[in-house]
């Protein structure tokens, strides 16, 4: 048995739509999962068949059902299974740029599910978060490695107080359920070489990194946006502007991120 994501613009949501679609699902010996509406005029479902012909004549019999419009028709990624777990759509910077996710801070609850699923998976990644400062990002960061049942490890960091570390533990070096958490700005402009230089051995690492304030991380050190699998941008507002202009020698309201 096969998943599939099937996602339709409604254009006019008639009475008894949902019931035809369901209908012609049936019909086909479709199984529907899950369904759900996604964001105001969009709905998802997750379903099953062992057979690709019945998607194929899904399809075709899709183009011919007035009000609608077929969206999605594919295996399901992460961004389908959480659009139909929390109703919303994640939204990308650009077709062209699609490692750059956006959420505002009252979409915590998804960011936590989309970066702890990120986190859960095995190897090497690096994944940066843009934000201004109190607007959740450490937050954010501790409860999704809670989510992907791993532990977390403050490299540097203000959270609570400055964290400036230069060595790490032997438990965390060779663990394969850690998480470490670096603040680019922390790391860059009040850290010694001792720092610096277990930065370096922790982006070599197999194990994944977040980095808050990645710009300034990718500013001041050796390594580029192409070390980076994923950068997620979080605001209080959708039209907040992430700002890093008066970070440059020194450091100023960043001082609590």
Do not use: C
């Amino acid at each position: 048995m096969e998943q599939w994501y099937l996602e339709y613009h409604i254009h006019k949501d008639r009475p008894g739509l949902l019931g035809d679609i369901a209908s012609l699902l049936g019909m086909l010996s479709i199984n529907i999962l899950t369904v759900s509406g996604v964001d105001e005029f969009n709905r998802g479902f997750l379903l099953t068949t062992n057979d690709r012909q019945k998607i194929s004549a899904l399809r075709s019999m899709l183009r011919k059902v007035e009000n609608i419009t077929v969206t999605a028709l594919r295996q399901p990624t992460l961004l389908d299974r959480l659009a139909l777990r929390h109703g919303v759509f994640i939204q990308r910077e650009s077709s062209e740029n699609t490692k750059t996710y956006k959420f505002t801070r009252d979409q915590l609850g998804i960011l936590v599910d989309f970066l702890g699923e990120l986190l859960k998976k095995e190897g090497n990644q690096v994944i940066g978060i843009r934000g201004m400062p109190r607007v959740g990002k450490t937050e954010s960061i501790v409860a999704a490695s809670v989510y992907a049942n791993k532990r977390w490890s403050f490299v540097s960091s203000t959270l609570l107080r400055q964290t400036i570390r230069t060595r790490l533990d032997e438990d965390e070096m060779f663990a394969d359920n850690m998480v470490f958490l670096l603040d680019g700005i922390v790391s860059t402009h009040r850290a010694n070489d001792q720092h610096r230089s277990l930065v370096r051995e922790i982006m070599r690492l197999e194990a994944p990194k977040v980095i808050e304030h990645p710009d300034i991380f990718v500013r001041e050190t050796e390594f580029g946006w192409e070390h980076f699998d994923r950068i997620i941008e979080l605001r209080n507002t959708p039209d907040e502007e992430i700002s890093y202009q008066m970070i440059q020698t020194g450091f100023s309201s960043f001082d609590i991120s």
